[in-house]
C-alpha cells in the first residue's frame, strides 16, 4: 500500500548528505533491479511550527547537499505487512531545489542531472527501507 502526501504546507531541508544504500550483511552498495544505485537522505519536514526527521529513498543520486531546500516530487509513504507488523519507509522520485520559507535562495549546488533519476519510480525507489 502506498499513500501520496500532500507538501502545500510544508518545507523540506537537507538534514545530511545522501548516501548510497549497502546490504547489511555484507556492505555491499545496493542497486535496484536495473543496475540503478539506490540512495537515501534524511529530510526535515517541517511546517512553521515543528518538524520532523524522515530518511528518503531514492533511485540515482539525488545530487543535493546538506542545508539545501528541496521539494521531494513523488513524496510516498510506503506501508508492508510483515509477519504480522507494518514496515513503512518513505520513498521519492527525485528531489528538487526548493526555495527556503520566507523567500531566501536555496542552498548549495547540484550535481550532474539536476537530482533527477531517469525512470525511477517511487515503488522501486526503497523498497526495503524500513525506518
Do not use: H
Amino acid at each position: 500500500m502506498q499513500f501520496q502526501i500532500g507538501m502545500e504546507k510544508l518545507a523540506f531541508l537537507v538534514a545530511d548528505a545522501p548516501e548510497q544504500r549497502k546490504e547489511f550483511e555484507s556492505g555491499a552498495l545496493r542497486t535496484d533491479a536495473e543496475g540503478r544505485p539506490l540512495f537515501q537522505v534524511r529530510l526535515l519536514a517541517m511546517d512553521g511550527e515543528q518538524s520532523a526527521p524522515i530518511k528518503v529513498g531514492l533511485v540515482g543520486d539525488p545530487g543535493v547537499m546538506q542545508g539545501q531546500f528541496v521539494t521531494p516530487v513523488g513524496l510516498t509513504l510506503n506501508v508492508v505487512d510483515r509477519r504480522g507488523d507494518s514496515v513503512t519507509w518513505w520513498t521519492a522520485e527525485r528531489l528538487e531545489p526548493a526555495g527556503a520559507p520566507g523567500g531566501a535562495a536555496a542552498g548549495g549546488p547540484r550535481g550532474a542531472g539536476g537530482g533527477k533519476a531517469a525512470g525511477a519510480s517511487s515503488a522501486a525507489a526503497g523498497r526495503g527501507v524500513g525506518e
